[in-house]
């Protein structure tokens, strides 16, 4: 629902694409850090 508003409204183009890199770093970060527990327990 909130990625619609961009597109209505272009002055918060900036903020959303701000929150979507925020998304990505977090979900990299998830991705290392399971790998690191699974590489851990083996």
């Avoid at 900036?14 to 083996?42: A, P």
């Amino acid at each position: 629902m909130n990625a619609i508003i961009p597109l209505l409204k272009p002055r918060y183009e900036k903020l959303f694409i701000n929150n979507l890199l925020i998304v990505v770093k977090i979900n990299i970060h998830f991705l290392v850090f399971k790998k690191y527990i699974r590489t851990r327990i083996e």
